[in-house]
């Protein structure tokens, strides 16, 4: 591992109290995460565990047909690969990166270790677990209940938060995948909120032109699943 270390600027490991994060810094490793890499897959064993800085993981749920579909996603509000602290280092869902930039890697068997060690770490780990669990309840019945424009409105507003970035390299065939609908959905949902003023789409890019806006578009959910965030984590838009 290289001799400098970046700073925490995962917001789940900045909660950490400075003497538990120090604790931790010999078992992190600074690593880029490139475009639709895969950090694990389903069925397989979790090597690694990643805390991501402003790239995205998308936790993705496969079919026998090969259809998938995104069921939660992790930023920098969290880890992607916390089964691993649990017992059963075997995943469920595949990882894939789909907004490439860097994280912070853990072995698994060590985050394990120090999960069962107590004290901060454990603590906040399991409030995490309880807002991942939040999120993927609430997500389930998002895509169940709502409108395919209020969908896409929360779903662009809680990538904003994890990129910090208004602008987001993102493809209507990628967001199609993500929600699980057809490319042309996506397409139709965005020019409802391009007309709106709210976003701008442009050769694989959407940028937010209106946020508070879109919040206001966005279904319920997003409101829903960034209040379990703050509430358990402080880690959610204020």
């Known amino acids: 591992m290289s001799e400098s270390f970046?700073?925490?600027?995962?917001?789940?490991?900045?909660?950490?109290?400075d003497a538990e994060y120090q604790h931790l810094i010999p078992h992190l490793q600074h690593v880029s995460l490139s475009l639709k890499q895969v950090l694990y897959e389903v069925g397989e064993p979790i090597e690694y565990v990643y805390f991501p800085y402003r790239s995205i993981v998308s936790s993705l749920s496969t079919m026998n047909d090969g259809s998938m579909v995104e069921v939660c996603l992790v930023g920098?509000?969290?880890?992607?690969g916390i089964p691993a602290a649990l017992g059963d280092n075997i995943a469920t869902t595949t990882a894939t990166v789909q907004i490439p930039d860097s994280a912070m890697?853990?072995?698994?068997?060590?985050?394990?270790?120090?999960f069962q060690r107590g004290g901060s770490?454990?603590?906040?780990?399991?409030?995490?677990?309880?807002?991942?669990?939040?999120?993927?309840?609430?997500?389930?019945?998002?895509?169940?209940?709502?409108q395919?424009?209020?969908?896409?409105?929360?779903?662009?507003?809680?990538?904003?938060d994890r990129v910090e970035s208004k602008e987001l390299p993102l493809t209507h065939e990628?967001?199609?995948?993500?929600?699980g609908v057809r490319r042309a959905g996506v397409t139709e949902a965005a020019n409802t909120l391009q007309k709106a003023g709210l976003i701008r789409y442009n050769r694989g890019k959407i940028t937010i032109?209106?946020?508070?806006?879109?919040?206001?578009?966005?279904?319920?959910?997003?409101?829903?699943?960034?209040?379990?965030?703050?509430?358990?984590?402080?880690?959610?838009?204020?």
């Open 6 to 17: 970046p700073q925490a600027v995962n917001r789940l490991l900045a909660a950490l109290p």
């Open 76 to 80: 920098n509000d969290g880890i992607a």
């Open 105 to 114: 890697r853990m072995k698994a068997n060590l985050l394990k270790t120090e």
């Open 121 to 146: 770490f454990q603590s906040l780990l399991l409030r995490y677990m309880q807002a991942q669990h939040a999120f993927v309840s609430q997500n389930v019945a998002c895509n169940r209940l709502h």
């Open 148 to 160: 395919l424009d209020g969908r896409l409105a929360r779903w662009l507003l809680l990538v904003c």
């Open 174 to 179: 990628f967001i199609g995948q993500m929600l």
């Open 209 to 238: 032109l209106n946020r508070e806006g879109l919040e206001a578009f966005s279904c319920e959910c997003y409101e829903i699943i960034n209040g379990e965030y703050t509430r358990l984590l402080g880690t959610g838009r204020g």
